[in-house]
C-alpha cells in the first residue's frame, strides 16, 4: 500500500516515499502525509538531519500518480485542491528547520524532480535519471516552483529542463549544480548517511541559521523570514553551545551540542 515511512538512526531521521510498485509515485495521500512525516522529524529533539528517499533500488519518485488525475484533477477546482496538497509537501523540506537531504536512486522525475529541488542538499546514484515532464502535460507549473530552478540551476539550465521534457543523467545533473555527488549506487546510502551523521555532530542552532538566511536570500520567506534569520543568528552567539564549541575548542576536544 502507498505510505510515507519514517526509519531513525541515531541523530538522522530518512523519510521514505513508498509505493514501489508504481517507482514510488505520489498518490494524494503520500502528498498529504509527506508534510507531517517530515515536521515529525523536525519536531523530535534526537533528530539533527533528515535524509528524503525512495523506497527500492529504481526510483527515488517517479512524479504524481497520474492514474488519479481522472478522478481528482477533473476540473478547476479539483486541481485547485490538488495543488494546494502538492504545494504543501513541496513546501515541507523547505520549512523544515533542520538540514533536509535528498537520496537519489533511479528514476527522478516530475513530482521527484520538484521534491528534490525542494530539499537541502542532493546526492545521486549514477544510475539517476531525471525530467521535468510539465510540458508533455501541458502543466503550468507554479511560480515558486519555477523560481527554486533558477536558484539551483540558472536560468539557461531551466529552460532547457522544462522547454524539452527532456530525460538527463546523473553526470549532467551534477554539471547543472542539481546535485553535488554522484556515487556508485552501492555507496549511495553509506554516502548520504555519512554526510547527515557529520551534519548531525555540528551545532544545531548553527544549520537553523544558516538554513533560515539561505531562504530569506533566495525570497522564499519575505520580510518574517529575514526577521528570523536574524534571530536565529543571534541564537547561536547567545547560546550555551556557543560556550561548549569555545571551551571545546581550547580543550582540544570534540564538542558535545545540546541545541541550547
Not at 517507482?23 to 508534510?35: D, V
Not at 522529524?41 to 512524479?63: C, N, Q, R, T
Not at 520538484?114 to 542532493?122: F, K, P, Q, S, W
Request: hydrophobic share 45%; net charge neutral; charged share 20%.
Amino acid at each position: 500500500m502507498p505510505d510515507i515511512l519514517i526509519r531513525r538512526d541515531g541523530p538522522v531521521g530518512t523519510v521514505v516515499m513508498s509505493n514501489p510498485d508504481k517507482f514510488n509515485a505520489m498518490t494524494t495521500g503520500m502528498w498529504q502525509a509527506l508534510p507531517e512525516r517530515i515536521a515529525e522529524l523536525d519536531a523530535d529533539p534526537s533528530i539533527h538531519a533528515i535524509v528524503l528517499a525512495g523506497d527500492g533500488d529504481k526510483a527515488f519518485v517517479s512524479g504524481a500518480d497520474i492514474s488519479q488525475f481522472g478522478t481528482e484533477r477533473t476540473d478547476p477546482q479539483a486541481q485547485q485542491r490538488y495543488g494546494v496538497v502538492v504545494d504543501a509537501a513541496y513546501l515541507a523540506p523547505v520549512k523544515a528547520l533542520k538540514p533536509v537531504i535528498a537520496q537519489i536512486r533511479g528514476i527522478c522525475m516530475g513530482g521527484g524532480l520538484g521534491l528534490a529541488a525542494a530539499c537541502d542538499i542532493r546526492i545521486c546514484a549514477d544510475d539517476a535519471r531525471f525530467r521535468m515532464p510539465a510540458a508533455r502535460l501541458s502543466i503550468g507549473y507554479k511560480q515558486e516552483g519555477v523560481q527554486r530552478f533558477v536558484s539551483l540551476i540558472g536560468v539557461q539550465n531551466t529552460y532547457d529542463i522544462f522547454f524539452s521534457a527532456r530525460v538527463f543523467d546523473a553526470r549532467e545533473a551534477l554539471r547543472m549544480g542539481f546535485v553535488s555527488q554522484v556515487v556508485p549506487p552501492a555507496q549511495l546510502e553509506e554516502t548520504v548517511h555519512s554526510l547527515a551523521h557529520v551534519i548531525a555532530d555540528n551545532a544545531p542552532l548553527t544549520a537553523r541559521a544558516v538554513k533560515l538566511t539561505v531562504n530569506a536570500f533566495l525570497g522564499h520567506a519575505g520580510e518574517a523570514g529575514r526577521a528570523a534569520a536574524q534571530a536565529a543568528i543571534d541564537a547561536c552567539n547567545a547560546s550555551e553551545d556557543y560556550r561548549e564549541g569555545v571551551r571545546a575548542f581550547g580543550e582540544k576536544r570534540k564538542p558535545v551540542f545540546s541545541g541550547r
